[in-house]
């Protein structure tokens, strides 16, 4: 979702409007973006973690180019696998963070990052590349487009069920940026004035343990059985957005729903108008109380009138 601007801005660049995406597998991207017009289509960029990694990467990017004979390459990541197999491929033009890494020594088009800035947050190295290539990005926001379809869907199948809709993103990748499920379930009780429904969004590994917390509370629904594109949907038509610093998190700020996130390790900066974000301090998520989370969805609901979104049409 960070990469969404600078991605548009590069596609402007191009005769075409559009550019091929290599991603990691794990990311989704070629459900997330299925309908982003600037993306041509996603072509996968498997990442591995025996001792042969960085030589299977490269072999793998280097087909990639071959396949696609790309006029240039834009990296945006310190990472050197990609540059070193466009440099072997042949790949015309190269640009890249640089950043002061070996990454450096395969590319032939800068600027390049300072090595100072390596410390600095993702959003920061963008901007910063951004504005050293001469890319024109207006805005940092994603405005994510969605599947008309996955919308419709969604919208049928959760009809009858009373709003205003909050959505929990209750997964993460790691546990240090997990709230405790039974932490989610309190916050649900303590909003269940402000909202008709609950849902509660994840991977199929944590249903058990959402419905474990969720248990007889009135009005919430399990929803971690939902596609990817169908869980964007879901929190696109919401009122609001309560969860982990996570994909669905930014996945929230990216549709344009009002979205409190729950920071533990390197926390996102709120670098959207629909994200603000909780802090436990110290890298700690568990430091988050839950009267600290109802109070911050209660008072942004109030303040902005959250109710849930049209956007069948959009």
Known sequence: MWHLPTIRAIAATTPEGQVVLAARPASRA???LAVEPSVVRVVDAPNYKDRLKGVREVIDFLRICRTEKPRALWILEKIDRPAIAAALAGVPERRGFGLGH???GWLNTGPFLPKSMRPAHRIDKLEAFEKAHGLTVTSREPALKLDPAALAAVAARYA?????W?????GASEAPRTWPAERFAQAAAALSDLFGTVFWIGGPHEAQAARAAVGDLPNNVVACDLTLD???????????FLGNDSGPLNVAAAVGTP?????????????????SILDGGNGRITDITVAQAVDAVRARFLA???DNRSVLDA
Request: glycine share 12%.
């Open 30 to 32: 070629a459900e997330v």
């Open 160 to 164: 009858d069920k009373p709003g205003p």
């Open 259 to 275: 979205a409190v996130g729950l920071m533990g390790t390197s926390p996102v900066p709120a670098y959207s108008r629909w994200l």
């Open 230 to 240: 169908k869980a964007a949907a879901l929190i696109a038509l919401s009122a609001g």
């Open 304 to 306: 902005e009138t959250w």
């Open 102 to 104: 070996g990454q450096e």
């Open 166 to 170: 909050l959505t929990l993103g209750i």
